[in-house]
């Protein structure tokens, strides 16, 4: 599992005439480092370091993000390791994420641990598809699903080494300001 923070904070505040419109940025990158990733067995409770011994292993690494914003979408890449897999190559897996926590008002008392919005698009093996689900916490721990989109396909293209991840910005009020955190895993339940 890889995680990465970006904050995005308008330090300068305009006032748009527009209604929903956030402050645009220029394309920014992040980097992390190569092959850091972990593996998590959730029966044992026991985490240790990736062997990289497996082709969907690089897949999940991710080591750069650029992402920009045009006041309207936060558009994100997620440049990987390796290719990410076809249907035949994710055999074996039950599901395969790709996603985003956002926090837009910098509370850790609101939403889920100050995590207010997720965002991810996700491969199951049982339906053999990629689905895009965009879900709303509460400070109670519960969450609202906002939008799934089924058989999504526009922001992952199998065969590459990135993962494309879009968020409409209208979808979360317009922020001035957010955080991001950027994720990835594999689950598999038979080892």
Request: proline share 3%; hydrophobic share 35%; aromatic share 10%.
């Amino acid at each position: 599992m890889t995680l990465i923070t970006i904050s995005y904070w308008h330090e300068h505040p305009i006032r748009y005439e527009v209604l929903g419109f956030s402050p645009p940025f220029p394309r920014q990158e992040i980097g992390d480092d190569i092959r850091d990733g972990v593996n998590v067995n959730g029966v044992k409770l026991v985490q240790t370091r990736d062997e990289y011994g497996d082709a969907l292993d690089n897949s999940t690494d991710i080591q750069r993000i650029t992402y920009l914003s045009n006041g309207m979408n936060l558009n994100a890449t997620l440049w990987l390791g390796a290719n990410v897999g076809n249907s035949s190559s994710l055999n074996g897996i039950d599901a395969a994420v790709y996603g985003m926590l956002i926090d837009v008002d910098s509370n850790l008392q609101t939403g889920k641990e100050g995590v207010d919005y997720q965002m991810e698009i996700q491969w199951h093996n049982e339906t053999e598809n990629w689905n895009k689900v965009f879900v709303e916490y509460s400070s109670l721990g519960h969450l609202r699903v906002l939008d799934i989109g089924r058989n999504h396909t526009s922001s992952l293209v199998t065969d590459v080494p990135y993962a494309m991840l879009s968020l409409d910005l209208d979808d979360i009020g317009f922020p001035d300001g957010f955080k991001i955190m950027y994720y990835q895993y594999l689950a598999i339940t038979s080892l």
